[in-house]
């Protein structure tokens, strides 16, 4: 039961003489949402392709629930489900066909496959549309078709590489819920993502590729701690000036300044609240302070630090 | 497989290849319906009781290798090209029972085609020419036809596979289908020069031969005898036995599999590659 759901260790992918994977290794463990983070081309798609026997890999090893999936797919697969990133689907089917297909190939008998794809059908919102093809549907619609048929076979871990993609946002907050009620459920799910506040909503681990090499990984509140040790200051001053900037890059306390228009994000060296001296040094300096919060770091901007660093968590 | 033929329903393939299959058939028969020339009366009713072989036999030269084709080539390309192939793949199924519903779903497709213009050109024969002879060996003579198929099925399913995209494997196979036809002819004209049988038998080892001819041959061995029919004979007469063609056949169709499964075994699944 202490075993892993999915356990990756050195899994190299190459496209020609490309190195897509370099040494990618990450665990989940049974129970979490576990949000994949990358830049376009990072090699989240490669890697969750690899996991699926869809790409070979040229080196590694993929245990899911400790099975080698390119030995034993048939004992894998009646327990992952996988929502690929910008799905199509058979659009000559109709909803209800697809998830019948699906639900046949799992090898569910006629009687439960009725109640399970109204069931699914409800839970994305699409039971209105079960007869339309597929073909005629919308890019979020077929998206949430996809998630659905990714749950047909009650998978222990679902895969999903970009799932809000091209959800409005009231499906976007819905399926975050219906996310969170699949773990409840004792599920386990892989997230690809880029927005990032969605992940920092959902996951409760995380891991950052970048350029095919893993640069972080460990439970969501390892990486905000990590990096700029948690906190920042936001900043509207009325006049911004790179004298300011400066002067407040030179203080001890301060990692880093981002400037954004007349909005400055501070980024502390800890989590001790400097929102006193701030305010103070900013009225030596002469700036007017239009607003001012202290607040934690996002996951966003632990993410771009991680960028920056090249993975290494800056000592505090 | 049933989903394989749901594919192709839903494209509207099945109900092109009805529409073609019933022309292609028809268009014969009108011919020799038209025609009222003494000559070609004459000529006609030597073989007006075994019309149904026309039926049988005149796909075999082209059209039944180019359905055969056109199936085989979108098979596995078109779950490339719509990206579909991924759903499929990472279900409870291995890649080798998803390339055999692949192939299995097609040839029957392709077998179906196949047996509709054989019934329908028996149907034909009777309405035009009245009761027929030699039926009872129809089915075997559609049987060595069926298999003929699996040559240009397996050489459009390999080419499918290479290239994924259903477009290039059909012109490729297509172009192998013609120019095979067309090195047959310069070959033969090759021997006429020279009486040098050497030609002869590099004709037989071209897939239009065995595919062309090899039902012919089992008619004739059945019942036609000495009756030859001469344009039911695909290419310059050359002489061959009937397991020297079914061996051609099987090779053709072994050697597409083998590389088509070798291939899909090792490599990558592509992404959409439309
Ligand atoms: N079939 C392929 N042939 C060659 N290179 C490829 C192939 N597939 C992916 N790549 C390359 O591998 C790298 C990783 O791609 P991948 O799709 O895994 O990125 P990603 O992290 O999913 O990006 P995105 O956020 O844009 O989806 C990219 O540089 C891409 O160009
Ligand atoms: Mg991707």
Redesign the pocket.
């Known amino acids: 039961m202490g075993e892993p759901v999915l356990e990756v260790d050195d899994l190299v992918k190459f496209?020609?003489d490309?190195k897509?994977l370099d040494h990618v290794a990450f665990k989940l463990e049974r129970g979490s949402i576990f949000g994949y983070l990358?830049?376009?081309?990072?090699?989240?798609?490669?890697?969750i392709r690899s996991i699926l026997g869809l790409a070979r890999p040229n080196g590694g090893r993929i245990r899911l629930f400790g099975i080698d999936p390119f030995k034993e797919p048939l004992r894998v697969f009646d327990h992952v489900g996988y929502s690929p990133?910008l799905p199509t689907l058979q659009g000559f089917m109709t909803a209800y066909q697809l998830l019948d297909f699906t639900a046949r190939q799992y090898g569910l008998t006629q009687q439960s496959r009725t109640t399970r794809i109204r069931e699914l059908l409800e839970l994305v919102g699409l039971l209105d549309h079960r007869d339309k093809k597929i073909g005629k549907y919308s890019k979020g619609m077929v998206q949430r078709l996809a998630i659905a048929q990714a749950l047909v076979n009650d998978p222990d871990l679902v895969i999903m590489?970009?799932p809000t993609l091209g959800l409005d946002p009231a499906a976007t907050v819905h399926f975050r819920d219906l996310f969170q009620n699949l773990i409840k459920d004792g599920k386990t799910l892989f997230i690809?993502s880029?927005l990032l506040d969605e992940v920092q909503r959902l996951a409760s681990h995380v891991a950052m590729?970048h350029r095919g090499h893993i640069v972080f990984q460990g439970s969501l509140n390892d990486v905000l701690s990590a990096f700029a040790g948690g906190s920042i200051i936001d900043i509207e001053v009325m006049n911004v000036s790179p004298t300011l900037v400066a002067a407040l890059r030179n203080l001890p306390y301060v990692r880093e300044v981002n400037v954004q228009g007349n909005r400055l994000a501070v980024h502390l060296t800890s989590d001790t609240d400097r929102r006193g001296e701030l305010t103070t040094f900013l009225f030596q300096q002469g700036a007017t302070i239009l607003s001012f919060t202290h607040r934690n770091l996002r996951l966003e901007e632990a993410y771009l630090q991680v960028l920056r660093t090249g993975g290494v968590a800056p000592a505090s | 497989m049933n989903y394989e033929w749901r594919r192709a329903i839903a494209r509207r393939k099945v109900l092109l290849l009805i529409i073609v299959t019933v022309l292609f058939e028809v268009a014969p028969f009108v011919v020799f319906t038209t025609l009222r020339e003494p000559t070609i009366q004459n000529f006609i009713r030597a073989f007006s009781d075994i019309a149904w072989l026309i039926g049988v036999l005149a796909p075999q030269g082209l059209f039944i290798h180019l359905t055969a084709l056109l199936i085989a080539a979108g098979a596995t390309a078109e779950e490339y090209e719509q990206g579909t192939v991924d759903m499929l793949l990472t279900k409870p199924l291995t890649r080798i029972e998803y390339m055999t519903g692949k192939f299995l779903g097609g040839f029957t497709l392709a077998g179906f085609v196949s047996l509709l213009l054989a019934l329908l050109g028996i149907f034909l024969a009777r309405v035009t020419f009245g009761p027929q002879q030699f039926l009872e060996y129809a089915p075997l003579v559609w049987l060595s036809s069926l298999y003929t198929l699996l040559l240009f099925y397996s050489v459009g399913f390999m080419l499918g596979e290479l290239y994924r995209r259903s477009g290039h494997a059909l012109i490729t196979g297509v172009s192998v289908l013609i120019s095979s036809v067309v090195l047959t002819g310069i070959l033969f004209f090759a021997f006429t020069l020279t009486q040098d049988k050497f030609y002869l038998s590099l004709t037989k080892v071209l897939p239009s031969w065995s595919t062309g001819n090899l039902p012919n041959m089992v008619a004739t061995e059945l019942f036609l005898k000495n009756r030859v029919i001469s344009f039911l004979q695909f290419g310059p007469p050359i002489e061959g036995t009937i397991p020297e063609a079914a061996a051609y056949v099987l090779v053709y169709a072994v050697a597409s599999i083998a590389i088509t499964v070798a291939r899909f075994l090792r490599s990558?699944i592509?992404?959409r590659t439309i």
């Open positions: 496209y020609g490309f897509a990358g830049q376009n081309g990072a090699g989240k798609t490669t890697t990133e590489d970009e690809s880029h590729i | 990558d592509p992404r």
